[in-house]
């Protein structure tokens, strides 16, 4: 079905079906017809390629997607769903629904199950109370993955697109600088959603890198530490990580002194080599 972006015909289908909203569950729907195609075209749904999308909603982005990929495979929380999308994507052959939270299905057997000979994107206008946790899933897993092509808010993805060593970034940051090359794709203003939510929203694209920055051997330990690191806003690096990780200070500073860092620096201002170094030393010192 092409108008799913047309505010009488979501309407219509929506009270057909006796949907609700469910806040919740972040549901945000886009009703402007020039935002899917784009996530669509950028995200690299193409022959050839299979997607995974999270979150159909009413399946708006989904149509576009399954016009343009060899098939799609989307996981959606809510079934109360199901029934709209068998109306609204009935003309396509090429998608298939999991009705699950994507944050408990198994996306690694997924894709070997679903897309053999296929490249693999992940498309998602992303439900705001889950997206670091959804972006940090899909990278840290390690997935046979092109890219990750999601829309987020505004506040979101200033922290998501923020450069390691600037003052926006977190824990997030380091994982998406670490495992993709981020990309700010467009801009989408919050009169775009049905209904309506207080904040503009944006297109970020995550491609993927081949290989990770080198210097870390132990990435569990690594990204424990960066968490500990950026788990108090604005505290030097030793009070956050000696309190987070429940380690002596001295030992912390001693891991500080080792890779040559200013004794009182905070995590915003290391570089992704000064973050591997450091966390290097302290596993060296607390084995
Ligand atoms: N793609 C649609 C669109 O652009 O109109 C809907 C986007 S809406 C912002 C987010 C969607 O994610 C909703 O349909 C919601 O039910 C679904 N969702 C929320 N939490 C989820 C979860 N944990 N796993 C899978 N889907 C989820």
Known sequence: MDDLSNIGVVKDILSRHGFTF????????????????????MGGAAPGVGVIEI?????????????????VVAVEIDDRLAPVLEETLAEY???????ADVMKVDLASLIEEEFKDLDVVV???????????????LLESRLRIKSVTVMVQKEAGTRLLAKVGSRDMG???????????PKLLFNVSRGSFMPSPNVDSCVIRFDIREQTPEGVTDEAFFFKTVRAAFSQRRKTLANSVSSAMGLDKAIV?????????????????????QLALFTEALKRLTL
């Open 22 to 41: 469910s806040k919740a569950l972040g549901q945000n729907f886009l009703v402007n017809p020039t935002v899917c195609p784009k996530i669509a075209e």
């Open 55 to 71: 979150g159909t909603g009413i399946g708006v982005l989904t149509n576009e997607l399954c016009k343009r990929a060899d098939k």
């Open 93 to 99: 052959d090429n998608f298939k629904l999991i009705t």
């Open 123 to 137: 498309c998602a206008n992303l439900p705001y109370y889950i997206t670091s946790p959804v972006i940090m899933l």
């Open 171 to 181: 824990a997030v940051t380091v994982a998406t600088n670490y495992f993709s090359k």
């Open 253 to 273: 500073n001693n891991a500080i002194e080792e890779s040559s860092l200013p004794p009182s620096c905070r995590p915003e201002s290391l570089t992704m080599e």
